[in-house]
């Protein structure tokens, strides 16, 4: 279990980086606006016939909307050849709140993408400490065309919705690498799980995690130095190893 690593302090902030605090808020903000001047106006487009009709409205099992019988058929059911009860789930909300109208399926889809740079943006800065370049990189992923077929085509809500939980996912494991506790670590565990039940495609994620303890988390070198001896590093890097496997569990369990 997580619990024998030791705490390492990753990155005490500067009085620099203390004084930018107040930049955090304004700086979501902006990639919110950011995020919507460019993907907004989604919200006055229609349907597409490949694959929406199948997603949600030619569904009736969607299109009934949101109740306590339609959660259990998510979780025990296959939607569309997938296993995404969480994604099912957002489509039948959609339903319930929007009924067929498009521009509140998309605005969803907007939502979510907007959240996850954000996100991204917070996980970056927690793990690096520099305002600006997280920044950067978060309006980079915000507005990056790559991700206009997964906003803009409803069907596709797995997407953004497993990119919110990757995002989750990283911030937690920035917060459990800074100062470990079972806590953090469950919260690592029940993030990702959700983001599974998004979208399967985050199978690779634990290994992600692998290289961020490389860089930038520095966890790695941090270990072993507090150790104080050479040899441990190897050790160290099996311990960090060991302490995805209930992730890389969770990751086989979706590929089957």
């Not at 009934?64 to 995404?84: D, M, R, Y």
């Not at 954000?118 to 507005?143: E, Y």
């Not at 996912?169 to 459990?176: I, K, P």
Request: charged content about 10%.
């Amino acid at each position: 279990m997580p619990a024998h690593l030791q705490h390492v302090n990753l990155r005490t902030p500067t009085a620099a980086q203390s004084n930018r605090r107040w930049l955090i808020l304004p700086t979501t903000v902006l990639l919110a606006a950011l995020t919507w001047i460019v993907f907004g106006q989604t919200l006055h487009h229609d349907f597409v016939n490949y694959d929406d009709q199948r997603y949600v409205y030619e569904n009736p099992r969607i299109t009934a909307g949101l109740s306590a019988k339609a959660i259990v058929w998510a979780f025990t059911h296959v939607h569309s050849e997938n296993w995404h009860p969480l994604t099912t789930i957002s489509h039948m909300l959609d339903c319930q709140l929007y009924g067929l109208r498009p521009g509140g399926h998309h605005g969803t889809n907007a939502l979510l993408h907007a959240t996850g740079a954000i996100l991204l943006f917070l996980a970056l800065l927690q793990m690096t400490g520099t305002l600006w370049r997280s920044a950067f990189v978060a309006a980079l992923f915000a507005v990056h065309p790559l991700h206009v077929e997964s906003v803009a085509w409803i069907a596709e809500r797995k997407d953004v919705l497993s990119g919110v939980f990757f995002m989750l996912t990283l911030l937690a494991y920035a917060r459990y690498a800074r100062r470990p506790s079972f806590g953090r670590y469950m919260a690592v565990v029940l993030l990702f799980a959700c983001g599974l039940m998004s979208k399967p495609m985050l199978v690779t994620l634990p290994f992600v995690l692998l290289l961020l303890d490389y860089w930038p988390l520095n966890r790695i070198a941090g270990l072993a130095a507090s150790a104080q001896k050479a040899p441990i590093a190897k050790s160290t890097i099996i311990k960090l190893v060991l302490e995805k496997i209930p992730l890389i569990v969770l990751s086989v369990g979706s590929s089957v």
